[in-house]
Protein backbone atom coordinates (compact mmCIF):
# COMPACT_ATOMS: atom_id res chain seq x y z
CA UNK A 1 0.00 0.00 0.00
CA UNK A 2 1.26 3.52 -0.43
CA UNK A 3 2.46 5.08 2.47
CA UNK A 4 0.97 8.52 3.35
CA UNK A 5 4.23 10.29 3.97
CA UNK A 6 5.10 10.06 0.44
CA UNK A 7 2.41 11.26 -1.40
CA UNK A 8 1.95 14.30 -3.23
CA UNK A 9 -1.34 16.07 -2.14
CA UNK A 10 -2.85 18.36 -4.21
CA UNK A 11 -5.93 20.72 -2.96
CA UNK A 12 -7.96 22.85 -5.47
CA UNK A 13 -9.68 25.84 -3.64
CA UNK A 14 -7.84 26.99 -0.59
CA UNK A 15 -10.38 28.39 1.52
CA UNK A 16 -11.59 27.09 4.86
CA UNK A 17 -11.62 23.95 4.60
CA UNK A 18 -8.71 23.13 1.83
CA UNK A 19 -6.44 25.13 4.22
CA UNK A 20 -7.39 23.12 7.05
CA UNK A 21 -6.52 20.02 4.95
CA UNK A 22 -3.60 21.55 3.83
CA UNK A 23 -2.54 22.20 7.28
CA UNK A 24 -3.38 18.88 8.98
CA UNK A 25 -2.00 17.42 6.02
CA UNK A 26 1.28 19.15 6.77
CA UNK A 27 0.82 18.73 10.73
CA UNK A 28 0.29 14.99 11.08
CA UNK A 29 1.37 13.41 8.02
CA UNK A 30 4.36 15.30 6.42
CA UNK A 31 5.95 16.53 9.62
CA UNK A 32 8.06 13.63 10.26
CA UNK A 33 11.76 13.84 8.89
CA UNK A 34 12.43 11.83 6.31
CA UNK A 35 9.49 12.17 4.26
CA UNK A 36 9.45 12.72 0.64
CA UNK A 37 5.23 13.82 0.40
CA UNK A 38 4.39 17.18 -1.08
CA UNK A 39 1.34 19.44 -0.49
CA UNK A 40 0.20 21.73 -3.80
CA UNK A 41 -2.38 23.69 -4.13
CA UNK A 42 -4.59 26.13 -6.28
CA UNK A 43 -7.06 28.71 -5.89
CA UNK A 44 -8.93 31.36 -7.72
CA UNK A 45 -7.79 34.11 -6.02
CA UNK A 46 -3.86 34.44 -5.41
CA UNK A 47 -3.63 35.58 -2.09
CA UNK A 48 -4.46 32.35 0.18
CA UNK A 49 -2.04 30.47 -2.22
CA UNK A 50 1.08 33.22 -1.47
CA UNK A 51 0.12 32.87 2.55
CA UNK A 52 0.38 29.08 2.99
CA UNK A 53 3.45 29.05 1.16
CA UNK A 54 5.07 31.70 2.99
CA UNK A 55 3.72 29.59 6.10
CA UNK A 56 5.23 26.87 4.90
CA UNK A 57 1.94 24.68 4.86
CA UNK A 58 2.40 24.15 0.98
CA UNK A 59 5.28 23.15 -1.41
CA UNK A 60 3.62 24.52 -4.53
CA UNK A 61 1.23 26.59 -5.40
CA UNK A 62 -0.66 27.01 -9.23
CA UNK A 63 -3.33 29.37 -10.24
CA UNK A 64 -6.56 27.66 -11.13
CA UNK A 65 -5.85 28.13 -14.77
CA UNK A 66 -2.34 26.68 -14.65
CA UNK A 67 -4.84 23.39 -12.72
CA UNK A 68 -3.46 20.87 -14.99
CA UNK A 69 -0.12 20.76 -14.09
CA UNK A 70 -0.46 20.95 -10.86
CA UNK A 71 -2.96 17.78 -10.85
CA UNK A 72 -1.11 15.81 -13.05
CA UNK A 73 1.63 15.37 -10.62
CA UNK A 74 -1.02 14.37 -7.48
CA UNK A 75 -1.19 11.08 -6.08
CA UNK A 76 -4.40 12.38 -4.20
CA UNK A 77 -6.39 15.60 -4.86
CA UNK A 78 -8.66 17.16 -2.62
CA UNK A 79 -11.33 19.05 -4.65
CA UNK A 80 -12.62 21.74 -2.04
CA UNK A 81 -15.25 23.59 -4.39
CA UNK A 82 -18.34 24.45 -3.65
CA UNK A 83 -21.11 21.77 -4.60
CA UNK A 84 -21.62 22.79 -8.15
CA UNK A 85 -18.34 24.02 -8.92
CA UNK A 86 -16.67 20.58 -7.67
CA UNK A 87 -18.90 18.35 -10.15
CA UNK A 88 -17.86 21.54 -12.82
CA UNK A 89 -14.10 20.63 -11.97
CA UNK A 90 -14.63 16.70 -12.12
CA UNK A 91 -15.82 17.06 -15.28
CA UNK A 92 -13.56 19.64 -16.85
CA UNK A 93 -10.35 17.61 -15.61
CA UNK A 94 -10.92 13.99 -15.48
CA UNK A 95 -8.03 13.53 -18.05
CA UNK A 96 -5.74 15.51 -16.08
CA UNK A 97 -5.56 13.73 -12.94
CA UNK A 98 -2.05 11.32 -12.69
CA UNK A 99 -3.54 8.08 -13.51
CA UNK A 100 -4.21 5.91 -10.74
CA UNK A 101 -4.73 9.27 -8.44
CA UNK A 102 -7.35 9.10 -5.57
CA UNK A 103 -9.47 12.45 -6.05
CA UNK A 104 -11.94 13.00 -3.51
CA UNK A 105 -14.20 15.89 -2.64
CA UNK A 106 -15.80 17.65 -0.04
CA UNK A 107 -19.39 18.78 -1.12
CA UNK A 108 -22.59 19.01 1.43
CA UNK A 109 -24.81 17.66 -1.07
CA UNK A 110 -23.69 14.05 -3.01
CA UNK A 111 -26.95 13.73 -5.31
CA UNK A 112 -25.86 15.95 -8.42
CA UNK A 113 -21.99 14.78 -7.93
CA UNK A 114 -22.95 10.85 -8.32
CA UNK A 115 -25.96 11.13 -10.84
CA UNK A 116 -23.64 13.53 -12.60
CA UNK A 117 -20.54 11.23 -12.92
CA UNK A 118 -22.34 7.54 -13.08
CA UNK A 119 -18.97 6.10 -13.85
CA UNK A 120 -16.98 8.50 -11.36
CA UNK A 121 -13.43 9.31 -13.80
CA UNK A 122 -13.42 6.17 -15.50
CA UNK A 123 -10.21 4.71 -15.69
CA UNK A 124 -8.05 7.18 -15.38
CA UNK A 125 -8.23 8.08 -11.65
CA UNK A 126 -10.25 6.72 -8.58
CA UNK A 127 -13.25 9.55 -7.70
CA UNK A 128 -14.22 8.40 -4.13
CA UNK A 129 -17.15 10.75 -3.00
CA UNK A 130 -16.74 12.12 0.68
CA UNK A 131 -17.78 14.50 3.36
CA UNK A 132 -15.56 15.58 6.24
CA UNK A 133 -18.64 16.85 8.54
CA UNK A 134 -16.26 20.17 10.08
CA UNK A 135 -14.97 23.74 9.46
CA UNK A 136 -15.95 26.86 11.36
CA UNK A 137 -18.65 29.86 10.69
CA UNK A 138 -15.90 31.96 9.58
CA UNK A 139 -14.50 31.70 5.37
CA UNK A 140 -11.46 32.00 3.71
CA UNK A 141 -7.83 30.08 4.18
CA UNK A 142 -6.86 32.58 7.26
CA UNK A 143 -9.49 31.10 9.07
CA UNK A 144 -8.36 27.61 8.45
CA UNK A 145 -6.75 25.31 11.44
CA UNK A 146 -5.76 21.83 11.53
CA UNK A 147 -7.23 20.93 14.31
CA UNK A 148 -10.99 21.50 12.74
CA UNK A 149 -11.06 17.04 12.52
CA UNK A 150 -10.30 16.42 15.70
CA UNK A 151 -13.40 13.86 17.17
CA UNK A 152 -15.15 14.77 14.05
CA UNK A 153 -17.32 12.15 11.67
CA UNK A 154 -16.40 11.76 8.28
CA UNK A 155 -18.84 10.60 6.01
CA UNK A 156 -17.73 8.16 2.98
CA UNK A 157 -20.19 6.60 -0.22
CA UNK A 158 -17.91 4.24 -1.73
CA UNK A 159 -19.36 3.20 -5.60
CA UNK A 160 -19.20 0.13 -7.35
CA UNK A 161 -16.07 1.55 -9.57
CA UNK A 162 -13.92 2.31 -6.35
CA UNK A 163 -10.62 0.33 -5.82
CA UNK A 164 -10.76 -1.18 -2.12
CA UNK A 165 -7.41 0.08 -1.67
CA UNK A 166 -8.32 3.42 -2.88
CA UNK A 167 -11.24 3.73 0.22
CA UNK A 168 -8.45 2.02 2.56
CA UNK A 169 -5.81 4.71 1.61
CA UNK A 170 -8.32 7.40 2.12
CA UNK A 171 -9.32 6.16 5.50
CA UNK A 172 -5.74 5.78 6.89
CA UNK A 173 -5.43 9.93 5.55
CA UNK A 174 -9.18 10.76 7.41
CA UNK A 175 -8.05 8.87 10.67
CA UNK A 176 -4.69 10.43 10.86
CA UNK A 177 -5.65 14.04 10.08
CA UNK A 178 -8.20 13.72 13.31
CA UNK A 179 -11.33 12.22 12.61
CA UNK A 180 -12.96 9.30 15.00
CA UNK A 181 -15.73 8.11 13.11
CA UNK A 182 -15.95 7.23 9.67
CA UNK A 183 -19.20 6.58 8.62
CA UNK A 184 -20.33 4.54 5.19
CA UNK A 185 -23.54 5.01 3.00
CA UNK A 186 -25.33 6.29 0.11
CA UNK A 187 -25.50 9.67 -1.66
CA UNK A 188 -29.57 9.32 -1.13
CA UNK A 189 -29.15 8.53 2.98
CA UNK A 190 -26.27 10.92 2.98
CA UNK A 191 -27.83 14.29 1.69
CA UNK A 192 -30.88 13.13 3.42
CA UNK A 193 -29.66 12.79 6.74
CA UNK A 194 -27.45 15.90 6.52
CA UNK A 195 -30.41 17.49 5.34
CA UNK A 196 -31.45 17.13 8.98
CA UNK A 197 -28.57 17.34 11.00
CA UNK A 198 -26.57 20.29 9.11
CA UNK A 199 -29.02 21.98 6.56
CA UNK A 200 -32.44 22.15 9.13
CA UNK A 201 -30.07 23.37 11.94
CA UNK A 202 -28.76 26.15 9.95
CA UNK A 203 -32.48 27.53 8.35
CA UNK A 204 -33.48 27.41 12.50
CA UNK A 205 -30.74 29.10 13.50
CA UNK A 206 -30.83 31.97 10.23
CA UNK A 207 -34.94 32.04 11.39
CA UNK A 208 -34.17 32.58 14.97
CA UNK A 209 -32.07 35.37 14.34
CA UNK A 210 -34.64 36.98 11.68
CA UNK A 211 -37.48 36.41 14.54
CA UNK A 212 -35.32 38.92 17.31
CA UNK A 213 -36.97 42.48 17.61
CA UNK A 214 -33.30 43.88 17.19
CA UNK A 215 -29.89 43.21 17.91
CA UNK A 216 -29.60 44.23 21.93
CA UNK A 217 -31.24 40.58 22.62
CA UNK A 218 -28.17 39.04 23.23
CA UNK A 219 -28.20 41.00 26.62
CA UNK A 220 -31.11 39.35 27.88
CA UNK A 221 -29.87 36.08 27.16
CA UNK A 222 -28.01 33.06 29.36
CA UNK A 223 -26.34 31.68 26.31
CA UNK A 224 -28.89 29.81 24.93
CA UNK A 225 -29.86 32.66 21.94
CA UNK A 226 -26.00 32.40 21.35
CA UNK A 227 -25.71 28.76 20.92
CA UNK A 228 -28.63 28.64 18.81
CA UNK A 229 -27.20 31.30 16.33
CA UNK A 230 -24.05 30.93 16.07
CA UNK A 231 -23.78 29.20 12.81
CA UNK A 232 -26.24 32.06 11.48
CA UNK A 233 -22.86 34.06 10.55
CA UNK A 234 -23.30 32.05 7.80
CA UNK A 235 -21.68 31.89 4.51
CA UNK A 236 -25.27 33.20 2.26
CA UNK A 237 -23.80 32.05 -1.28
CA UNK A 238 -22.55 28.28 -0.31
CA UNK A 239 -25.42 27.72 1.83
CA UNK A 240 -28.07 28.73 -0.41
CA UNK A 241 -26.63 26.43 -2.39
CA UNK A 242 -26.88 23.72 -0.35
CA UNK A 243 -30.21 24.73 0.44
CA UNK A 244 -31.48 24.18 -2.72
CA UNK A 245 -29.99 21.39 -4.43
CA UNK A 246 -31.17 19.42 -1.39
CA UNK A 247 -34.47 21.38 -0.89
CA UNK A 248 -36.38 18.09 -1.32
CA UNK A 249 -35.36 16.56 1.58
CA UNK A 250 -34.69 19.87 3.76
CA UNK A 251 -38.62 20.70 2.81
CA UNK A 252 -39.62 17.19 4.63
CA UNK A 253 -37.35 18.02 7.31
CA UNK A 254 -38.94 21.51 8.10
CA UNK A 255 -42.26 20.42 7.71
CA UNK A 256 -41.80 17.65 10.77
CA UNK A 257 -40.42 20.34 12.42
CA UNK A 258 -43.10 22.60 12.39
CA UNK A 259 -45.53 19.71 13.66
CA UNK A 260 -43.20 19.35 16.00
CA UNK A 261 -42.77 22.83 16.97
CA UNK A 262 -47.16 23.36 16.86
CA UNK A 263 -47.53 20.74 18.92
CA UNK A 264 -45.63 22.17 21.71
CA UNK A 265 -47.76 25.96 21.00
CA UNK A 266 -50.93 23.92 21.21
CA UNK A 267 -50.08 22.36 24.55
CA UNK A 268 -49.54 25.51 25.81
CA UNK A 269 -52.53 27.42 23.92
CA UNK A 270 -54.29 24.68 25.56
CA UNK A 271 -52.47 25.03 29.25
CA UNK A 272 -51.55 21.53 28.80
CA UNK A 273 -48.75 21.23 31.43
CA UNK A 274 -48.75 17.47 31.89
CA UNK A 275 -48.73 16.76 28.32
CA UNK A 276 -46.32 19.50 28.46
CA UNK A 277 -43.82 17.45 30.98
CA UNK A 278 -44.03 14.37 29.93
CA UNK A 279 -42.96 16.00 26.08
CA UNK A 280 -39.94 17.43 27.67
CA UNK A 281 -39.49 14.36 29.89
CA UNK A 282 -39.32 12.27 26.03
CA UNK A 283 -37.21 15.29 24.71
CA UNK A 284 -34.62 14.73 27.87
CA UNK A 285 -34.08 11.05 27.72
CA UNK A 286 -34.10 11.09 23.87
CA UNK A 287 -31.33 13.65 23.72
CA UNK A 288 -29.16 11.89 26.73
CA UNK A 289 -29.23 8.49 24.44
CA UNK A 290 -27.65 11.06 21.48
CA UNK A 291 -24.07 10.28 22.92
CA UNK A 292 -20.89 10.41 20.22
CA UNK A 293 -20.49 7.03 19.66
CA UNK A 294 -16.80 6.72 18.08
CA UNK A 295 -16.51 3.59 15.78
CA UNK A 296 -16.51 2.74 12.09
CA UNK A 297 -19.61 1.56 10.72
CA UNK A 298 -22.36 1.19 7.95
CA UNK A 299 -25.30 2.76 8.07
CA UNK B 1 -22.27 50.60 53.15
CA UNK B 2 -22.29 47.29 54.66
CA UNK B 3 -19.21 45.38 53.46
CA UNK B 4 -19.72 42.01 51.93
CA UNK B 5 -16.87 39.94 53.10
CA UNK B 6 -18.68 40.51 56.81
CA UNK B 7 -22.52 39.02 55.97
CA UNK B 8 -24.06 36.22 56.59
CA UNK B 9 -25.81 35.53 53.56
CA UNK B 10 -28.51 32.60 53.94
CA UNK B 11 -29.22 30.25 50.40
CA UNK B 12 -32.64 28.96 50.45
CA UNK B 13 -32.74 25.61 47.68
CA UNK B 14 -29.05 23.91 47.53
CA UNK B 15 -29.81 22.80 43.79
CA UNK B 16 -27.71 23.62 40.89
CA UNK B 17 -28.04 27.16 41.23
CA UNK B 18 -28.21 28.01 45.33
CA UNK B 19 -25.08 25.63 45.16
CA UNK B 20 -23.05 27.65 42.47
CA UNK B 21 -24.08 30.64 44.17
CA UNK B 22 -22.71 29.52 47.95
CA UNK B 23 -19.41 28.81 46.34
CA UNK B 24 -19.02 31.49 44.40
CA UNK B 25 -19.67 34.06 47.34
CA UNK B 26 -16.95 30.77 49.78
CA UNK B 27 -14.75 31.87 46.77
CA UNK B 28 -14.58 35.60 45.64
CA UNK B 29 -16.11 37.38 49.25
CA UNK B 30 -15.38 34.80 51.85
CA UNK B 31 -12.10 33.46 50.98
CA UNK B 32 -9.99 36.41 52.28
CA UNK B 33 -8.56 36.26 56.02
CA UNK B 34 -10.18 38.22 58.75
CA UNK B 35 -13.88 37.85 57.18
CA UNK B 36 -16.34 36.95 59.46
CA UNK B 37 -18.89 36.64 56.91
CA UNK B 38 -20.82 33.23 56.82
CA UNK B 39 -22.66 31.22 54.38
CA UNK B 40 -25.68 29.25 55.39
CA UNK B 41 -28.44 26.99 53.82
CA UNK B 42 -31.90 25.24 53.93
CA UNK B 43 -32.75 22.84 51.59
CA UNK B 44 -35.55 20.14 51.67
CA UNK B 45 -33.48 17.13 50.95
CA UNK B 46 -30.24 16.77 53.24
CA UNK B 47 -27.47 15.35 51.04
CA UNK B 48 -26.65 18.37 49.72
CA UNK B 49 -26.28 20.23 53.06
CA UNK B 50 -24.24 17.76 54.04
CA UNK B 51 -22.06 17.38 50.91
CA UNK B 52 -21.62 21.58 51.02
CA UNK B 53 -20.62 21.79 55.14
CA UNK B 54 -18.37 18.44 54.09
CA UNK B 55 -16.77 20.68 50.92
CA UNK B 56 -16.48 23.62 53.32
CA UNK B 57 -19.01 25.60 51.20
CA UNK B 58 -21.37 26.37 54.07
CA UNK B 59 -20.94 27.21 57.48
CA UNK B 60 -24.38 25.97 58.84
CA UNK B 61 -27.00 23.94 57.61
CA UNK B 62 -31.21 24.26 58.17
CA UNK B 63 -33.67 21.17 57.06
CA UNK B 64 -36.45 23.54 55.37
CA UNK B 65 -38.53 23.43 58.66
CA UNK B 66 -36.22 25.13 60.15
CA UNK B 67 -35.73 27.58 57.58
CA UNK B 68 -36.95 30.76 60.27
CA UNK B 69 -34.29 29.91 62.27
CA UNK B 70 -31.44 30.61 59.21
CA UNK B 71 -33.40 33.26 58.03
CA UNK B 72 -33.39 35.51 61.32
CA UNK B 73 -29.77 35.78 60.89
CA UNK B 74 -29.24 36.50 57.72
CA UNK B 75 -28.37 39.77 55.91
CA UNK B 76 -28.65 38.89 52.05
CA UNK B 77 -30.83 35.79 51.15
CA UNK B 78 -30.93 34.04 48.16
CA UNK B 79 -34.25 32.33 47.56
CA UNK B 80 -33.41 29.35 44.54
CA UNK B 81 -36.61 27.61 44.37
CA UNK B 82 -38.62 27.22 41.30
CA UNK B 83 -40.64 30.63 40.42
CA UNK B 84 -44.29 29.40 41.79
CA UNK B 85 -42.12 27.97 45.09
CA UNK B 86 -40.58 31.55 45.32
CA UNK B 87 -43.43 33.10 45.84
CA UNK B 88 -45.08 31.01 48.19
CA UNK B 89 -41.74 30.67 50.43
CA UNK B 90 -41.70 34.45 50.32
CA UNK B 91 -45.58 34.56 51.46
CA UNK B 92 -44.80 32.20 54.15
CA UNK B 93 -41.66 33.78 55.60
CA UNK B 94 -42.25 37.14 55.13
CA UNK B 95 -41.68 37.77 58.93
CA UNK B 96 -39.79 35.35 59.67
CA UNK B 97 -36.52 37.76 57.84
CA UNK B 98 -33.75 39.36 59.84
CA UNK B 99 -35.29 43.05 59.53
CA UNK B 100 -33.41 45.25 57.17
CA UNK B 101 -32.23 41.82 55.42
CA UNK B 102 -31.68 41.85 51.42
CA UNK B 103 -33.48 39.33 50.27
CA UNK B 104 -33.60 38.53 46.11
CA UNK B 105 -34.47 35.73 44.27
CA UNK B 106 -33.59 33.50 40.80
CA UNK B 107 -36.47 32.73 39.20
CA UNK B 108 -36.95 32.48 35.33
CA UNK B 109 -40.23 34.38 35.37
CA UNK B 110 -41.31 37.35 37.49
CA UNK B 111 -44.60 38.80 37.06
CA UNK B 112 -46.28 36.30 38.99
CA UNK B 113 -43.46 37.68 41.95
CA UNK B 114 -43.99 41.21 41.18
CA UNK B 115 -48.28 41.21 41.13
CA UNK B 116 -47.99 38.81 43.95
CA UNK B 117 -46.10 40.76 46.20
CA UNK B 118 -46.99 44.30 45.46
CA UNK B 119 -45.60 45.59 48.35
CA UNK B 120 -42.44 42.99 48.65
CA UNK B 121 -41.93 42.17 51.94
CA UNK B 122 -43.27 45.03 53.76
CA UNK B 123 -41.14 47.53 56.04
CA UNK B 124 -39.25 44.07 57.67
CA UNK B 125 -37.20 43.24 54.77
CA UNK B 126 -36.48 44.47 51.21
CA UNK B 127 -36.97 41.93 48.61
CA UNK B 128 -35.20 42.52 45.48
CA UNK B 129 -36.73 40.75 41.86
CA UNK B 130 -33.60 39.35 39.94
CA UNK B 131 -32.59 37.02 37.54
CA UNK B 132 -28.98 35.55 36.86
CA UNK B 133 -28.53 35.12 33.75
CA UNK B 134 -25.96 32.11 34.09
CA UNK B 135 -26.63 27.68 34.65
CA UNK B 136 -26.08 24.45 33.38
CA UNK B 137 -28.02 21.45 32.14
CA UNK B 138 -27.34 19.49 34.87
CA UNK B 139 -29.40 19.62 38.16
CA UNK B 140 -27.99 19.78 41.76
CA UNK B 141 -25.40 20.77 44.00
CA UNK B 142 -23.26 18.39 42.82
CA UNK B 143 -23.31 19.54 39.28
CA UNK B 144 -23.07 23.29 40.48
CA UNK B 145 -19.68 25.65 40.10
CA UNK B 146 -18.21 28.84 41.27
CA UNK B 147 -17.38 29.43 37.69
CA UNK B 148 -21.18 29.71 36.33
CA UNK B 149 -20.89 33.19 36.79
CA UNK B 150 -18.22 34.80 34.87
CA UNK B 151 -18.74 37.00 32.12
CA UNK B 152 -22.39 36.51 32.12
CA UNK B 153 -25.70 38.56 32.39
CA UNK B 154 -27.92 39.81 35.56
CA UNK B 155 -31.55 41.27 35.21
CA UNK B 156 -32.48 43.42 37.79
CA UNK B 157 -35.49 44.77 38.11
CA UNK B 158 -35.99 47.47 41.21
CA UNK B 159 -39.36 48.48 42.20
CA UNK B 160 -40.54 51.37 44.05
CA UNK B 161 -40.03 50.18 47.60
CA UNK B 162 -36.66 49.07 47.30
CA UNK B 163 -33.91 50.93 48.99
CA UNK B 164 -30.99 52.11 46.79
CA UNK B 165 -28.46 51.43 49.09
CA UNK B 166 -29.60 47.42 48.95
CA UNK B 167 -29.83 47.48 45.06
CA UNK B 168 -26.39 48.86 45.40
CA UNK B 169 -25.41 46.48 47.85
CA UNK B 170 -26.43 43.39 45.46
CA UNK B 171 -25.06 44.54 42.77
CA UNK B 172 -21.87 44.71 44.35
CA UNK B 173 -22.00 41.16 45.34
CA UNK B 174 -23.37 40.24 41.73
CA UNK B 175 -19.99 41.77 40.35
CA UNK B 176 -17.81 40.29 43.02
CA UNK B 177 -19.36 36.76 42.27
CA UNK B 178 -18.53 37.23 38.01
CA UNK B 179 -21.05 38.70 36.13
CA UNK B 180 -20.13 41.37 33.96
CA UNK B 181 -23.42 42.94 32.86
CA UNK B 182 -26.31 44.09 34.80
CA UNK B 183 -29.14 45.00 33.14
CA UNK B 184 -31.92 47.24 34.91
CA UNK B 185 -35.65 47.04 33.42
CA UNK B 186 -39.25 46.52 34.28
CA UNK B 187 -40.77 42.94 35.04
CA UNK B 188 -42.83 42.95 31.76
CA UNK B 189 -39.70 43.50 29.57
CA UNK B 190 -38.11 41.08 31.28
CA UNK B 191 -40.68 38.27 30.75
CA UNK B 192 -41.03 38.90 27.29
CA UNK B 193 -37.26 39.05 26.43
CA UNK B 194 -36.71 36.48 28.22
CA UNK B 195 -39.79 33.86 26.54
CA UNK B 196 -37.22 35.17 23.16
CA UNK B 197 -33.74 34.24 25.14
CA UNK B 198 -34.65 31.29 26.51
CA UNK B 199 -38.09 29.75 26.42
CA UNK B 200 -37.97 30.04 22.91
CA UNK B 201 -34.78 28.85 22.50
CA UNK B 202 -35.30 25.37 24.31
CA UNK B 203 -38.71 24.58 22.99
CA UNK B 204 -36.75 24.73 19.59
CA UNK B 205 -34.71 22.79 21.20
CA UNK B 206 -36.77 20.46 22.40
CA UNK B 207 -38.78 20.34 19.22
CA UNK B 208 -36.04 19.61 17.09
CA UNK B 209 -35.00 16.49 19.38
CA UNK B 210 -38.27 15.05 18.50
CA UNK B 211 -37.89 15.89 14.96
CA UNK B 212 -35.13 13.15 15.15
CA UNK B 213 -36.20 10.29 12.83
CA UNK B 214 -33.73 8.56 15.42
CA UNK B 215 -31.19 8.80 18.37
CA UNK B 216 -28.25 7.91 15.76
CA UNK B 217 -28.60 11.32 13.80
CA UNK B 218 -25.34 12.52 15.31
CA UNK B 219 -23.33 10.46 13.56
CA UNK B 220 -24.46 12.45 10.63
CA UNK B 221 -23.34 15.87 12.41
CA UNK B 222 -20.81 18.37 12.01
CA UNK B 223 -22.12 19.74 15.60
CA UNK B 224 -24.40 22.08 14.41
CA UNK B 225 -27.37 19.76 15.68
CA UNK B 226 -25.18 19.15 19.34
CA UNK B 227 -24.92 22.44 20.02
CA UNK B 228 -28.72 23.66 19.09
CA UNK B 229 -29.88 20.67 20.90
CA UNK B 230 -27.70 20.71 24.13
CA UNK B 231 -30.32 22.53 26.30
CA UNK B 232 -32.65 19.88 25.65
CA UNK B 233 -31.01 17.80 28.33
CA UNK B 234 -34.61 19.84 30.15
CA UNK B 235 -35.10 20.08 33.92
CA UNK B 236 -38.95 18.45 32.76
CA UNK B 237 -40.61 20.38 35.62
CA UNK B 238 -39.17 23.54 36.03
CA UNK B 239 -39.75 24.09 32.04
CA UNK B 240 -43.09 23.23 31.82
CA UNK B 241 -43.44 25.65 35.32
CA UNK B 242 -41.72 28.34 33.21
CA UNK B 243 -43.10 27.73 29.61
CA UNK B 244 -46.56 28.10 31.36
CA UNK B 245 -46.22 30.93 33.40
CA UNK B 246 -44.83 32.89 30.79
CA UNK B 247 -46.82 31.36 27.94
CA UNK B 248 -48.71 34.31 26.52
CA UNK B 249 -45.63 36.06 25.51
CA UNK B 250 -44.04 32.39 24.15
CA UNK B 251 -46.66 31.86 22.20
CA UNK B 252 -45.88 34.94 20.16
CA UNK B 253 -42.52 34.76 19.75
CA UNK B 254 -43.25 30.70 18.69
CA UNK B 255 -45.68 32.60 15.88
CA UNK B 256 -43.13 35.24 14.86
CA UNK B 257 -40.44 32.40 14.86
CA UNK B 258 -43.00 30.11 12.64
CA UNK B 259 -43.52 32.55 10.41
CA UNK B 260 -39.97 33.03 9.33
CA UNK B 261 -39.65 29.76 9.19
CA UNK B 262 -42.72 29.20 6.63
CA UNK B 263 -41.07 32.13 4.76
CA UNK B 264 -37.60 30.34 4.47
CA UNK B 265 -39.97 26.97 3.51
CA UNK B 266 -41.84 29.37 0.85
CA UNK B 267 -38.33 30.26 -0.86
CA UNK B 268 -36.98 26.24 -1.12
CA UNK B 269 -40.43 25.37 -2.62
CA UNK B 270 -40.35 28.25 -5.40
CA UNK B 271 -36.59 27.51 -5.98
CA UNK B 272 -36.13 31.23 -5.39
CA UNK B 273 -32.36 31.27 -4.68
CA UNK B 274 -31.98 35.44 -5.21
CA UNK B 275 -34.34 35.76 -2.08
CA UNK B 276 -32.33 32.95 0.33
CA UNK B 277 -29.40 34.57 -0.61
CA UNK B 278 -30.57 38.28 0.13
CA UNK B 279 -32.33 36.79 3.51
CA UNK B 280 -29.36 35.13 4.80
CA UNK B 281 -26.68 37.79 3.76
CA UNK B 282 -29.18 39.69 6.53
CA UNK B 283 -29.24 36.72 8.64
CA UNK B 284 -25.37 37.28 8.56
CA UNK B 285 -25.12 40.88 9.49
CA UNK B 286 -27.98 40.89 11.97
CA UNK B 287 -26.04 38.18 13.84
CA UNK B 288 -22.67 39.56 13.78
CA UNK B 289 -24.35 42.98 15.08
CA UNK B 290 -25.24 41.02 18.32
CA UNK B 291 -21.71 40.66 19.93
CA UNK B 292 -21.82 40.97 23.55
CA UNK B 293 -21.72 44.03 25.52
CA UNK B 294 -20.07 44.63 28.52
CA UNK B 295 -21.87 47.21 30.29
CA UNK B 296 -24.27 48.81 33.00
CA UNK B 297 -27.41 50.01 31.18
CA UNK B 298 -30.69 50.71 31.84
CA UNK B 299 -33.45 49.47 29.18
Redesign the interface.
Known sequence: MKELKNLTYGIVGLGIMGGALAKAIRAHILSEAGTCGRVLASNRSKAPLVMAQEEAVVDGIYPLDQVSGMLAQCDLVYVCLYPEATLEFLKTHAQDFKPGAVVTDISGVKTHLVTGLPDGLGSHADFIVGHP???GEKEGYINSKASFFNN??Y?LMPQPYNKPENIELLKSLITAIGFT?I?ETDYRT?DY??A???Q??????????????D????????????????????N??L???L??AD?TE??K?????????????TM??T?D?AG?????????S????????DTVRK?
Open positions: MAGRNIRVHKIFTSLCHVIASALVQSADNRVTEFGGGSYEDLTRIAMIAPWTEFMRLIHIQKFESQLSLMRLEQAMESYLEQVRKRMSMSRIV
